[in-house]
């Protein structure tokens, strides 16, 4: 299967900790974003990298929380000192240099913070 | 900014009736638009999108969509449900590279 692959799938931490999530692409794209979806709610655009670059930040994406796509392949997301309010369901999806291409999902790393 | 509306949490519909799932979007600009699908535990899995051309989009699944620039609407269309298209569908616009998503719409296909 070549599609989008994040790990893991689900963490379970305690408020304060650090925790990091990766995101494989789709290995031809070179754009890769991170999203994150609460509870009854569509996804909230947190930031997008194209090859290694963070071309674009949401404001949701607060000093807690840094991305990374080191060799423009995987990306990794970290939030430090999680709160509460942190628990969501971080996706991950990337979509091919071509233009007006559509984006394809990971199946989602489900943060709990107890 | 832009922004995605879906004005119905749920929608429930027999099998073999057609269905039709709402969106309406406000953007400033020529918006890309998408509709994307929602299983249990599943990732987002795209089902079609409105780049520019023909109003009547067709997708995967039989699903097909029609793009309204004066009603500013982009509806997601069926004209047969199955049972297997009970999910959670959500219509998204962009204008860069980032998707702005609706709250999605429960959909119910009742046997």
């Known amino acids: 299967d070549t599609g989008v692959s994040q790990d893991p799938r689900h963490k379970i931490t305690k408020r304060g900790q650090n925790v990091t999530f990766r995101c494989d692409p789709i290995?031809?794209?070179?754009?890769l974003y991170w999203y994150r979806q609460t509870l009854g709610q569509g996804p909230e655009f947190l930031t997008y990298f194209q090859n290694e670059a963070q071309l674009e930040k949401s404001r949701l994406l607060s000093d807690r929380f840094s991305a990374e796509r080191p060799k423009g392949s995987f990306s990794t997301l970290e939030i430090q000192r999680t709160e509460q309010g942190d628990s969501a369901m971080y996706l991950c999806a990337s979509s091919s240099p071509a233009q007006n291409t559509e984006a394809f999902f990971g199946q989602g790393t489900r943060l709990t913070v107890v | 900014a832009q922004s995605v509306a879906q004005p119905e949490d749920q929608v429930n519909v027999a099998e073999g009736n057609p269905l039709t799932v709402k969106c309406t979007y406000s953007v400033s600009g020529n918006p890309y638009l998408f509709w994307y699908v929602q299983y249990p535990n599943r990732g987002l899995q795209f089902l079609l999108k409105y780049i520019t051309g023909d109003n009547l989009v067709k997708g995967s699944y039989g699903f097909e969509a029609e793009f309204n620039k004066s009603q500013t609407s982009f509806h997601l269309k069926k004209p047969s449900a199955l049972v297997s298209d009970s999910a959670l569908y959500f219509c998204a616009v962009s204008l860069t590279r980032q998707l702005t998503f609706g709250s999605g719409t429960q959909l119910t296909v009742l046997p």
């Open positions: 290995s031809e794209h070179n754009r």
